[in-house]
T-cell receptor, first 116, second 114 residues
Framework: AQTVTQSQPEMSVQEAETVTLSCTYDTSESDYYLFWYKQPPSRQMILVIR??????QNATENRFSVNFQKAAKSFSLKISDSQLGDAAMYFC?????????????FGAGTILRVKS | DGGITQSPKYLFRKEGQNVTLSCEQNLNHDAMYWYRQDPGQGLRLIYYSQIVNDFQKGDIAEGYSVSREKKESFPLTVTSAQKNPTAFYLC?????????????FGSGTRLTVV
């Protein structure tokens, strides 16, 4: 079974600075998808960014970008120009393209605090 | 606006009682999911359903049951067999079970055993 590890329980960043959240995963598959979700204090889960494993180019969405290292099974999230609204719990998730069911496997999460 | 509605937002249950969490979506999605969130453990899959009248167990199905009689609805029952039911429960959906774009989530239900 696949596993997802987020080794940083908490991170802090100064407003307007850049922060990187780490995620590693364990799989024997070559075809899969990776996601970062944000869960603000409202607890509503919001999709931040998605990466297809077959694509070498790193995904970007405005201030959010990823560093996808397939061989190392690493999928970090970089947040540039951090804003107070970025404060949230961030979850990394894995989706197999071989298994039936569109199931997401989540990491334990990283709490991001943004200091003004 | 389309979305997923979970109710109630907060739920209290006495030990030994069954309780049902509601999840309704108006997105016309075929697939629906239930996850449990505990501090330090992320989200764990309880049950999922790819289509009406069909559902499968996830990783932590013991002590839970579901039904999928309508496309829009996927209620989760937490039974007295669930030993540690206090948690935050999230319902999600996707267009189909082949959808690679991730889920749409509800806003969750916080269940507390008193």
């Amino acid at each position: 079974a696949q596993t997802v590890t987020q080794s940083q329980p908490e991170m802090s960043v100064q407003e307007a600075e850049t922060v990187t959240l780490s995620c590693t995963y364990d799989t024997s598959e070559s075809d899969y998808y990776l996601f970062w979700y944000k869960q603000p204090p409202s607890r509503q889960m919001i999709l931040v960014i998605r990466q297809e494993a077959y694509k070498q180019q790193n995904a970007t969405e405005n201030r959010f970008s990823v560093n996808f290292q397939k061989a190392a099974k690493s999928f970090s999230l970089k947040i540039s120009d951090s804003q107070l609204g970025d404060a949230a719990m961030y979850f990394c998730a894995y989706r197999s393209n071989a298994e039936y069911g569109n199931k997401l496997v989540f990491g334990a999460g990283t709490i991001l605090r943004v200091k003004s | 606006d389309g979305g997923i509605t979970q109710s109630p937002k907060y739920l209290f249950r006495k030990e030994g009682q069954n309780v049902t969490l509601s999840c309704e979506q108006n997105l016309n999605h075929d697939a629906m999911y239930w996850y449990r969130q505990d501090p330090g453990q992320g989200l764990r899959l309880i049950y999922y359903s790819q289509i009406v009248n069909d559902f499968q167990k996830g990783d932590i199905a013991e002590g839970y049951s579901v039904s999928r009689e309508k496309k829009e609805s996927f209620p989760l029952t937490v039974t007295s067999a669930q030993k540690n039911p206090t948690a935050f429960y999230l319902c999600a959906s996707s267009i189909t079970h082949r959808d690679i774009r991730g889920y749409t989530f509800g806003s969750g239900t916080r269940l507390t055993v008193v």
